[in-house]
C-alpha cells in the first residue's frame, strides 16, 4: 500500500473536482465565434452613376429656377431624372451595405465640376450622362448580381437621356 | 446569331432562348410598324410629318429583314406578319394616326428592352443591338408625343 501524505491526497483532491467543476462548466467545449462581416457595398460604377444623375438633377433645378422662360420645357424633364434618382436608388437596395449611409453623396460627387445652368450646358450634360449609363449597360459584368435588372434600367436611362437632348436642342 | 449590322452575336445557352423570344417579339412590332405606317401616311398631311413617315418606314422595313436574316441564321422560323393591322381606334383623323404611331414605337420600344433583359447574360453585339434599338424607337416615340404632347415629350423609362 502506498503512503502518502494528507497535503498531495488534498491537493489532487482538489485538483480533481476543479477539472469536473471545469468540464461540467463548459470550459472544455469547443466554443464558435461568429464574427459580423460587413454587409456587401453596392459596386462603385453604380454609385458613380448615381452622382451623374444628382449633378444633372441639380443642374435642372437651378436652370428652372434661372430661366423662368424656359421652365415649361424644362421641368418635364427634370421630372424624369429625378425618376431615374428614384429608380437607381431602388437598384442600389439591392445591395446591404447602401443601407448603412444611404444619403452620403456618392463616390466622386465632389470632384466633377457641377452642370452649368443653361439650356446648353443642360444639353451637354445630358449627353455626356446618356453615354455613361450607354457605356455602363453595354460592359456590366454578366457575373455581377442584378445584372437581368439593372442592365435594362440603365439602357433605359440612357435611351430617356438621348431624347432629353433632341428636346433641349 | 447575326446583328442588323453584320456582326455575329453567340447568346448562351440559357439565355438564347429568352432571346429569341424577344428578337421574335421585335419583329412583330416591326411588322405592324411597317404596315401601319402606310395606312398612318394617308391620314397626315404636314410635309414634315408625311417626310418622317417615310424615313421611320423605310427604317422599320430595314430593321424587320435583318431580324429575319438573324432569326434564320440561328435556325429560328421568324414570326410571319399578319394579313392586316387594325388600328386601335378609328383614324378620322391626323390625331388619331399619330396616336397609332406612337403606340407602334412604343411597341418597339418594349421589345427591345426585353431584349436588353434577355442579353443581361452576355455583353456583346446583342446587348448593343438592343440598346441600339431601344434608344432609336425612344426617338421615333419622342416625335409623335412631341405632337400630342408637346408639354411632355419624353417618358423616364422608355420600353417599360
Redesign the interface.
Known amino acids: 500500500m502506498v503512503e502518502i501524505s494528507r497535503r498531495t491526497l488534498l491537493s489532487r483532491t482538489v485538483l480533481v473536482a476543479a477539472a469536473a467543476a471545469g468540464t461540467g462548466l463548459g470550459v472544455t467545449r469547443t466554443v464558435h465565434h461568429r464574427v459580423a462581416l460587413p454587409p456587401t457595398p453596392p459596386p462603385q460604377r453604380l454609385t458613380a452613376l448615381l452622382s451623374t444623375q444628382v449633378r444633372l438633377l441639380t443642374g435642372y433645378q437651378r436652370a428652372v429656377t434661372a430661366l423662368p422662360d424656359q421652365a ?1 420645357r424644362l421641368d ?2 427634370r ?3 429625378a ?2 434618382g428614384d ?1 437607381l436608388r431602388g437598384l442600389l437596395e439591392n445591395y446591404p451595405g447602401w443601407r448603412l449611409n444611404p444619403t452620403l453623396p456618392p463616390a466622386g460627387a465632389s470632384s466633377a465640376p457641377a452642370v452649368v445652368a443653361t439650356v446648353a450646358g443642360l444639353t451637354g450634360a445630358s449627353k455626356a450622362a446618356a453615354a455613361a449609363f ?1 457605356a455602363a ?6 457575373t455581377e448580381q442584378h ?2 435588372q ?4 440603365l ?6 437621356l ?3 437632348g ?2 433641349l436642342s | 446569331m447575326t446583328s442588323p449590322s453584320g456582326s455575329t452575336a453567340s447568346p448562351n445557352t440559357a439565355g438564347a432562348s429568352a432571346a429569341i423570344t424577344a428578337l421574335q417579339s421585335i419583329l412583330a412590332a416591326q411588322h405592324a410598324a411597317y404596315f401601319a405606317y402606310s395606312m398612318i401616311g394617308v391620314r397626315l398631311t404636314d410635309p414634315t410629318q408625311v417626310s418622317r413617315i417615310r424615313d421611320l418606314q423605310a427604317e422599320h422595313r430595314a430593321t424587320r429583314d435583318d431580324l429575319m436574316t438573324q432569326l434564320s441564321s440561328v435556325g429560328a422560323a421568324p414570326v410571319a406578319a399578319q394579313p392586316s393591322y387594325t388600328p386601335p381606334e378609328k383614324l378620322t383623323d391626323a390625331v388619331a394616326a399619330q396616336r397609332w404611331a406612337l403606340a407602334l414605337e412604343e411597341a418597339c420600344s418594349a421589345g427591345y428592352r426585353f431584349l436588353l433583359v434577355a442579353a443581361a447574360t452576355e455583353i456583346g453585339t446583342l446587348r448593343k443591338q438592343a440598346l441600339t434599338g431601344l434608344s432609336g424607337s425612344a426617338q421615333a416615340a419622342r416625335y409623335w408625343r412631341a405632337l400630342l404632347t408637346p408639354a411632355t415629350p419624353t417618358v423616364p423609362f422608355p420600353g417599360i
Open positions: 415649361a418635364p424633364l421630372g424624369d431624372v425618376a431615374h429608380a450607354s449597360c453595354l460592359t456590366w459584368p454578366v445584372a437581368s439593372i442592365v435594362p434600367m439602357g433605359s436611362i440612357s435611351a430617356c438621348d431624347t432629353h433632341q428636346v
